[in-house]
Protein backbone atom coordinates (compact mmCIF):
# COMPACT_ATOMS: atom_id res chain seq x y z
CA UNK A 1 0.00 0.00 0.00
CA UNK A 2 1.73 2.95 -1.45
CA UNK A 3 -0.39 5.94 -0.04
CA UNK A 4 -2.48 4.60 3.53
CA UNK A 5 -1.72 8.11 4.76
CA UNK A 6 -3.78 9.62 2.35
CA UNK A 7 -5.72 7.37 0.08
CA UNK A 8 -7.82 9.76 -1.55
CA UNK A 9 -7.86 13.09 -3.82
CA UNK A 10 -9.82 15.56 -4.71
CA UNK A 11 -11.89 14.92 -8.32
CA UNK A 12 -13.49 17.09 -10.74
CA UNK A 13 -17.08 16.46 -10.74
CA UNK A 14 -17.08 16.29 -14.12
CA UNK A 15 -13.83 14.47 -15.59
CA UNK A 16 -12.82 12.60 -12.16
CA UNK A 17 -9.47 13.90 -12.99
CA UNK A 18 -7.55 15.38 -9.80
CA UNK A 19 -7.85 18.84 -9.77
CA UNK A 20 -5.90 21.93 -8.34
CA UNK A 21 -7.30 23.58 -5.61
CA UNK A 22 -5.87 27.24 -5.05
CA UNK A 23 -7.79 29.10 -2.10
CA UNK A 24 -11.52 28.73 -2.81
CA UNK A 25 -11.51 28.10 -6.51
CA UNK A 26 -10.75 24.25 -8.16
CA UNK A 27 -8.61 24.44 -10.98
CA UNK A 28 -9.39 21.79 -13.56
CA UNK A 29 -6.21 21.17 -16.67
CA UNK A 30 -8.51 18.60 -18.00
CA UNK A 31 -11.56 20.44 -18.62
CA UNK A 32 -9.55 23.70 -18.81
CA UNK A 33 -12.16 25.36 -16.05
CA UNK A 34 -10.93 27.50 -13.54
CA UNK A 35 -13.55 26.91 -10.95
CA UNK A 36 -15.21 23.71 -11.13
CA UNK A 37 -16.94 21.25 -8.56
CA UNK A 38 -14.96 18.64 -6.84
CA UNK A 39 -15.48 16.29 -4.45
CA UNK A 40 -12.93 13.79 -2.80
CA UNK A 41 -12.93 10.30 -3.77
CA UNK A 42 -10.58 7.18 -2.80
CA UNK A 43 -7.65 6.45 -4.59
CA UNK A 44 -5.55 3.83 -3.12
CA UNK A 45 -2.17 3.07 -4.60
CA UNK A 46 -0.93 -0.53 -4.57
CA UNK A 47 2.12 -2.86 -5.12
CA UNK A 48 0.88 -5.84 -5.99
CA UNK A 49 2.69 -9.41 -6.15
CA UNK A 50 2.10 -12.48 -7.67
CA UNK A 51 4.49 -15.22 -8.82
CA UNK A 52 8.22 -13.20 -9.55
CA UNK A 53 6.43 -10.59 -10.88
CA UNK A 54 5.14 -6.85 -9.09
CA UNK A 55 3.21 -4.31 -10.56
CA UNK A 56 2.04 -1.06 -9.39
CA UNK A 57 -2.06 -0.49 -9.38
CA UNK A 58 -4.20 2.31 -8.92
CA UNK A 59 -8.03 1.75 -7.36
CA UNK A 60 -10.39 4.13 -7.37
CA UNK A 61 -13.31 4.22 -5.56
CA UNK A 62 -12.50 0.53 -3.82
CA UNK A 63 -11.80 1.42 -0.63
CA UNK A 64 -15.54 1.70 0.18
CA UNK A 65 -15.84 -1.94 0.19
CA UNK A 66 -12.93 -2.64 1.77
CA UNK A 67 -13.84 -0.20 4.46
CA UNK A 68 -17.57 0.13 4.23
CA UNK A 69 -17.77 3.51 4.62
CA UNK A 70 -17.60 7.13 2.16
CA UNK A 71 -14.69 8.92 1.14
CA UNK A 72 -16.10 11.57 3.72
CA UNK A 73 -16.55 9.54 6.57
CA UNK A 74 -13.49 8.16 6.29
CA UNK A 75 -11.54 11.52 6.16
CA UNK A 76 -13.46 12.73 9.08
CA UNK A 77 -12.92 9.73 11.31
CA UNK A 78 -9.12 10.07 10.31
CA UNK A 79 -8.71 13.61 10.64
CA UNK A 80 -7.71 13.08 14.22
CA UNK A 81 -5.56 10.69 16.34
CA UNK A 82 -5.79 8.47 13.07
CA UNK A 83 -3.71 5.38 14.10
CA UNK A 84 -6.50 4.63 16.81
CA UNK A 85 -9.00 5.08 13.94
CA UNK A 86 -10.99 2.03 13.63
CA UNK A 87 -11.18 2.68 9.75
CA UNK A 88 -7.35 3.40 9.68
CA UNK A 89 -6.81 0.34 11.04
CA UNK A 90 -9.15 -1.65 8.71
CA UNK A 91 -6.98 -0.06 5.82
CA UNK A 92 -3.48 -1.12 7.12
CA UNK A 93 -4.62 -4.22 7.85
CA UNK A 94 -5.64 -5.55 4.92
CA UNK A 95 -2.22 -4.85 3.33
CA UNK A 96 -0.57 -8.53 2.69
CA UNK A 97 -3.72 -10.11 2.25
CA UNK A 98 -4.83 -12.04 -0.84
CA UNK A 99 -7.36 -10.34 -3.19
CA UNK A 100 -8.46 -11.46 -6.52
CA UNK A 101 -8.47 -8.83 -8.99
CA UNK A 102 -10.86 -8.99 -12.17
CA UNK A 103 -9.51 -7.03 -14.49
CA UNK A 104 -10.73 -5.83 -18.13
CA UNK A 105 -8.46 -5.01 -20.70
CA UNK A 106 -8.92 -2.08 -23.16
CA UNK A 107 -7.20 -2.99 -26.16
CA UNK A 108 -8.38 0.05 -27.59
CA UNK A 109 -7.34 2.38 -25.01
CA UNK A 110 -4.77 4.64 -26.19
CA UNK A 111 -2.28 4.22 -23.31
CA UNK A 112 -1.30 0.18 -22.57
CA UNK A 113 -0.13 0.45 -19.09
CA UNK A 114 -3.99 1.39 -18.20
CA UNK A 115 -6.18 -1.22 -17.29
CA UNK A 116 -10.46 -0.64 -16.09
CA UNK A 117 -11.31 -2.52 -13.47
ZN1 LIG B 1 -12.45 18.03 -15.16
Redesign the pocket.
Known sequence: MLNKDEPWYLS?K??H?KVKVIEEAAA?T??N?DN?AYEMRYRLRLEVCGAEQRARVILFETDKYLLDCNVQEYVQSTSIKKEECHNYCKLVLSKDKQFNFLVRVDLTNSNPRRLNC
Open positions: CMCKCNCIV
